[in-house]
């Protein structure tokens, strides 16, 4: 055996530990970045989940049934970049987006996630007379810039009520205009302390849509392998490779 053979020999071997240290620690980054993607991923699911969730509660809340489900769907779809699809309880399809925007049908996810409008009014409940009150508010401020001739717009605001929204770019002196207009119609007519609770749970169910499915996604999906199946085959074609 020549003193060359034998360094040759602990040259490749040490070749083949350096070889396996780099493997070693590219999958392991590789492992990490892909878990930190997924963990990503399903963060922003689930709060786009409860958004939609909500925003469909307060709809259901506000009207009292479905009749506007399907604008509010197409809208959260395009909004979220998600499919959406609402049901009954008795599996009657409501509205999808994705017969609604691409006038298309697929399968739907296995689980559903149910959405009722009557819980969400315990938390923020509202009567009939409280809505009355709220869309004179709503009138008088519209009458308020339409007066000053400030362009505006019926919106849905963060409570799920309809409010006014005054549109384009606004002079400082318009939005001083705008401010007066809400706080004079507050002023005009005050809601009160008690404008946001009912008496019985029957009030609440009384006001509320029916409970119904509410589905993001497609069927069939499957969830992501946190360890990629590449990364364990790249690691032995590396290794192959290093001993060939």
Not at 25 to 48: K, N
Not at 116 to 141: C, G, K, N, R, W
Request: charged letters at 25%.
């Amino acid at each position: 055996m020549t003193p060359f053979g034998s360094l040759g020999r602990r040259l490749a071997l040490a070749g083949v530990i350096v070889a396996l240290l780099a493997v070693v620690v590219t999958a392991y980054s590789v492992q990490r970045v892909t878990q930190s993607t997924i963990r990503g991923s399903i963060e922003r699911d689930l709060s786009e989940e409860v958004f939609i969730r909500d925003e469909l509660a307060f709809l259901g809340a506000y009207y009292g049934d479905w009749d506007e489900v399907a604008d509010l769907v197409i809208e959260l779809s395009t909004e979220t970049g998600q499919r959406i699809a609402v049901a009954t309880l008795d599996d009657e399809i409501l509205a999808d987006s994705e017969l609604l925007r691409f006038d298309q049908s697929a399968p739907l996810p296995a689980q559903a996630t149910i959405v009722d409008p009557a819980s969400e009014l315990f938390e923020f409940a509202v009567s009939d007379a409280t809505l009355e009150l709220l869309y004179e508010q709503m009138t008088l401020t519209e009458e308020c810039l339409d007066d000053a001739g400030i362009p505006s717009t019926v919106i849905i605001d963060d409570y799920g009520f309809e409010n006014i929204e005054p549109e384009g770019p606004l002079t400082s002196d318009q939005e001083d205009i705008v401010d007066d207009c809400f706080i004079s119609a507050e002023e005009a007519i005050p809601l009160g302390a008690s404008a946001f609770t009912l008496d019985s749970e029957d009030d609440v169910d009384s006001l509320a849509a029916e409970p119904l499915q509410l589905f993001i996604g497609y069927g069939g999906e499957t969830e992501a392998s946190l360890f990629p199946s590449g990364v364990s085959a790249g690691f032995w074609a590396a290794i192959g490779g290093v001993l060939a």
